[in-house]
């Protein structure tokens, strides 16, 4: 039994019991009481409020992601018209901009300057840092959840000064790191993980200048074999456009102008960069060499039409994604139990729930049905997502308490009770 930290009003309670019900209707039983299980498992044991904040774990690790947490609470934008769900968001989003204004290039966080980290002999680390890998995307998904709150509640009262300014030091970084080889400060040395330190001792394998901007990891915390991550570079876009809509609210053309500068600058890079045979590369360096597949973590290929302003539609993603969702992605896994993407970040033949919800929420509706179906049938009899599982066998699986996973189907299962249903008069 876990630790409430976060009890659930009654509002919230009964606005979740209301969407169960609809999923219930919309698919089985099943479906409705574990997303009310799942649902009621995030909000009530991941976060935690620290004064007018909110922290929020990733379920068995004791720090915060800003990917991870912004993900996490996806399916409860559904909720802001409930008074204490709007608390907690706005409470996320002050979270995480102070974490980036601690250490914009830190990906993980403490709840105070504990000085508790993932291997204490990591360059640099603030106490207030888990850890220190600068990954693009854990910068570019609050820009995301505070664009996504202020559209769901139609109020932006949270683009506060924070935000402001850690937007400017988001393009400054960003603007930097185009040129990482001469401009950037940023090293990751782990003495005891060489697989977990860069290459040249920290600064990374060598780029060439693209106009895209360089990331040591990917969203898997994994490190990037060539410096340019697409999913990443295009999630940069789509959060560069989103600074520039805030902008209109700090009446700040200043910067607006450099954030669509550098936007056209990166997407000109990925149009140059980034493309092999009409689809999108994984990793490229700009200098000739480019990783042809796809991980489960998001921002993914798989996963563009949720993480960047790529439509389900666009050729390149329908071509991109037909490849992807194929055994020409190495890391396309097929198995008696299920079929999808893993990740080098678990073991082999392991496919990802977080892929699988990805590929339902970007897919049509069958589609959605199908992957629906199989993560309900992959918990390993736990009622739970998790992290990966075999392909063969579910009841061997990483992670037995991921709460991005949770979220991740359940946004899922929102997408179904949202959609018509067979014999519903048209």
Wanted: aromatic share 8%; with cysteine; charged share 20%.
């Amino acid at each position: 039994m876990r630790t409430t930290t976060n009890p659930a009003g009654d509002d919230l309670v009964e606005a979740i019991q209301s969407w169960a019900q609809r999923i219930q209707a919309a698919h089985s039983p099943r479906a409705g009481e574990m997303f009310a299980d799942m649902m009621l498992d995030t909000w009530c044991t991941t976060m935690s409020r620290i004064e007018d904040r909110t922290f929020v774990i990733t379920g068995d690790i004791p720090a915060m992601w800003l990917r991870d947490s912004s993900a996490q609470v996806l399916p409860f934008l559904q909720f802001t018209d409930i008074g204490e769900v709007s608390d907690v968001l706005r409470g996320l989003v002050r979270q995480q901009w102070r974490c980036i204004a601690l250490d914009p290039y830190a990906n993980a966080f403490n709840a105070g300057n504990t000085g508790a980290h993932f291997d204490s002999d990591d360059l640099e680390l603030h106490p207030g840092v888990w850890e220190r890998k600068y990954e693009i995307d854990s910068l570019a998904f609050p820009v995301q959840l505070a664009h996504q709150l202020w559209r769901a509640s139609d109020d932006p009262s949270h683009l506060d000064a924070s935000v402001h300014e850690g937007c400017r030091s988001i393009v400054a970084l960003w603007r930097r790191e185009q040129d990482h080889e001469n401009r950037s400060t940023y090293r990751h040395v782990r003495p005891a993980d060489p697989q977990d330190t860069l290459d040249r001792n920290g600064l990374g394998s060598p780029v060439g200048v693209t106009g895209m901007t360089w990331s040591g990891f990917r969203p898997s915390d994994d490190a990037c074999t060539f410096g340019y991550n697409i999913p990443a570079q295009l999630m940069a876009v789509m959060a560069l456009r989103m600074i520039v809509e805030f902008c209109d609210v700090w009446q700040d053309s200043d910067l607006a102008a450099e954030a669509t500068a550098l936007s056209t600058e990166i997407t000109a890079g990925i149009d140059e960069f980034g493309m092999v045979e009409g689809r999108y590369a994984y990793e490229v360096d700009g200098l000739g060499n480019r990783l042809c597949m796809d991980d489960a973590n998001m921002p993914s290929l798989l996963s563009l039409p949720l993480t960047s302003d790529i439509t389900d539609d666009d050729p390149r993603y329908v071509t991109t994604r037909r490849w992807i969702l194929s055994p020409a992605n190495p890391f396309f896994f097929e198995g008696s139990a299920a079929g999808g993407i893993g990740s080098p970040h678990t073991p082999d033949r392991y496919i990802w729930h977080i892929a699988l919800a990805v590929q339902g929420l970007t897919g049509n509706m069958e589609e959605a049905r199908s992957c629906l179906n199989l993560l309900l049938a992959t918990d390993g009899d736990t009622g739970r997502m998790h992290e990966g599982f075999h392909a063969d066998d579910p009841t061997q699986f990483t992670r037995e308490w991921f709460s991005w996973a949770n979220s991740m189907a359940c946004a899922l299962m929102m997408r179904i009770a949202l959609s018509p249903q067979p014999g519903d008069r048209p």
